[in-house]
Every structure is written in C-alpha cells, then in structure tokens.
Nanobody, 114 residues
C-alpha cells in the first residue's frame, strides 16, 4: 500500500470550478472503495464524496449536484470535479485510499473567495 498523492487545489472565485486528482499507485486500486474528505478551520473533517469499486457514488448533502467524484482505474487516479463553488467549500481536501484506511493524501487547499 502507498500514500496517495493529490493535486489540483487552489483559489477560485464563487461560482467557479476546480478539479482535484488523487493518484495511488497501488496494485488493488480498481477494487477499492475510496473517498474525498475536507476539513475547514475549526470544524471536523467530513466525508464529501465516496466511490465504490464498481463506481457507485455517494455525496454529502452540502455538495450534492455540484461535485462529481469519478475514477480512472487504468491511471489509478480518483477525481473530484467541483462546480458552483461557494465560500463555505473552503477547506483542506484530502483523499483516502482505501476508504477509512490509514492511507491519506497530503491534503490540498481549496479557497473560494472574491
């Protein structure tokens, strides 16, 4: 098992879009459930979106309809497409592969402000 590596965070104005990537060069990537979490200052970490080995997806109510989680097993990469971003989406986003394991990405900052 290896640590995932994230990329794609940054600053965006409200209403904008960003795409996060999470690469995990692990042998069993294609069968893992995996997910994206976020943690804002002073708040608990929350599960934003999850995707199963057969690509079934689940979203937190706060992001439903705006965020899309996906995976490319050939590239061993998971994605989080974020659209219609709001200031309250500002947080450090981390991927967890496999889901609820000890293997986390380093975290990437997403800041939504004007």
């Amino acid at each position: 098992q290896v640590q995932p590596v994230e990329s794609g965070g940054g600053w965006v104005q409200p209403g904008g879009s960003l795409r996060l990537s999470c690469a995990a060069n692990t042998r069993f990537f294609s069968i893992y459930n995996m997910g994206w979490f976020r943690q804002a200052p002073g708040k608990q970490r929350e599960l934003v979106a999850r995707i199963s080995g057969d690509s079934a997806t689940t979203y937190a109510d706060s992001v439903k309809g705006r965020f899309t989680i996906s995976r490319d097993n050939g590239k061993k990469t998971m994605y989080l497409q974020m659209s219609s971003l709001k200031p309250e989406d500002t947080a450090v986003y981390s991927c967890n592969v496999p889901l609820f394991s000890q293997y986390w990405g380093q975290g990437t900052q997403v800041t939504v402000s004007s």
